[in-house]
């Protein structure tokens, strides 16, 4: 009898799937599947799987991988964006999908306000000014267009999920009010929590000096800060985006820059990854322009990452394979109500 097959997709660089071993225990099979030059997977090797964990979101796992994985009980998404995956296609045909949402919320949050804190405390500025410039050590060369005294701003959280949340306690801490607008949330959650709550995502940006991304990627909220968002933006507000680049409209941002509508921007995502230089935005940051100096700070999609969330990132995955295998249990489903709406029950 041979034993279920867990497929490894595009993984971390990894000698062993060991953490994936010990989490699943004995009885199973695991391959490590690496993506073709071209970004893909055969589907003939996931016609094999019993259950896939794919890591990453640089390949599109669409209808034709999806009609491919005739034989899998189960695609797991390491991480917590799944916008990559069609996951009506997979709950057409009754493949449950899951993801690992408490991986690394903490770092996601605390990347935010490192971002925040870098460009309202002007830390790359300075540091880069004295690299270079003997005159930098002196007041009269102080000027940052973001600086500014952190407890006379209110950080606006758009999506309070869970890195919201964590963001928000952190932003806190360093004595900014806190204010949020997510339209899925129950009515009370801001009193709970404590926090001045929109209920317009304009009201939000309206009232904000720091505008922090936690939302997913989706339909709804694709170029969600669009000229006329950034328009309705403070002149000095800085945005902050964690969450998925296309949530941005980067011409807009551009625009919103060059025009100084905004101050300021540090994002760890972008539409295009990795990113595009041709982008004029992007293209003046390279050049290191002076009207952008210290405006706008840019992370390879590394809010995620340290060490310890890429081992929980694995041992989750693995754990939500064999919940389901094992124990006939769903860890973290994300497509329930398309697999109810095409007849698969409650799971
Ligand atoms: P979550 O599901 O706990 O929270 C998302 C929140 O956004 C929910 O409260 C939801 O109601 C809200 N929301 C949905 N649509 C909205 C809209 N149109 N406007 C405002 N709010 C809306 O997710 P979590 O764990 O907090 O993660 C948030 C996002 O962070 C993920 O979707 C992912 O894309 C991104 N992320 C980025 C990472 C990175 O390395 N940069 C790593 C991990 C996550």
Not at 85 to 109: F, H, K, Q, S, W
Not at 137 to 142: F, P
Not at 161 to 177: E, H, N, T, V, Y
């Amino acid at each position: 009898m041979p034993m279920p097959l867990v497929l490894i997709l595009d993984p971390p660089p990894m000698p062993l799937p060991d953490l994936e071993a010990a989490e699943l225990g004995a009885g199973f099979d695991i391959e490590l599947v690496p993506l073709n030059a071209s970004h893909q997977v055969s589907t003939a090797t996931l016609a094999r799987a019993d259950a896939i964990i794919n890591f990453r979101g640089r390949h599109k796992i669409g209808e034709r991988e999806v009609n491919a994985m005739t034989k899998a009980q189960l695609l797991v998404q390491a991480g917590v964006g799944y916008n990559h995956i069609d996951i009506d296609a997979c709950a057409r045909r009754g493949l449950a999908v899951c993801n690992t949402p408490d991986y690394g919320t903490m770092e996601v949050a605390d990347h935010a306000l490192a971002l925040t804190l870098n460009l309202v405390r002007g830390i790359s500025t300075y540091n880069a000014r004295l690299l270079t410039r003997d005159d930098a050590w002196s007041t009269d060369q102080l000027a940052i267009r973001p600086v500014r005294r952190l407890r006379d701003l209110t950080f606006g959280v758009v999506g309070l999920g869970r890195i919201g949340i964590a963001a928000a306690q952190r932003a806190r801490a360093f004595s900014l009010d806190v204010a949020f607008y997510d339209p899925h949330l129950p009515p009370g959650v801001e009193l709970s929590l404590g926090l001045h709550r929109h209920d317009t995502l304009r009201g939000l940006l309206a009232a904000s000096d720091i505008v922090s991304l936690h939302c997913p990627l989706t339909t709804a909220t694709t170029k969600l800060i669009d000229h006329a968002a950034v328009a309705a933006m403070k002149p000095d507000a800085v945005l902050i985006n964690t969450a998925r680049g296309p949530i941005i409209d980067l011409d807009a941002l551009e625009a919103g820059l060059r025009t100084d509508r905004i101050a300021a921007a540090g994002l760890d995502v972008l539409p295009v990854e990795p990113m595009e230089r041709s982008h004029p935005l992007i293209k003046a940051w390279t050049a290191r322009e002076p009207w952008l100096e210290g405006r706008l700070t840019i992370t390879p999609h590394a809010a995620f990452y340290t060490p310890q969330s890429l081992d929980d990132m694995r041992r989750l995955s693995a754990r939500a394979v064999a919940d389901r295998l094992s124990r006939g249990k769903l860890r973290s489903l994300v497509n329930g109500e398309e697999l109810r709406r095409y007849g698969f029950g409650a799971p």
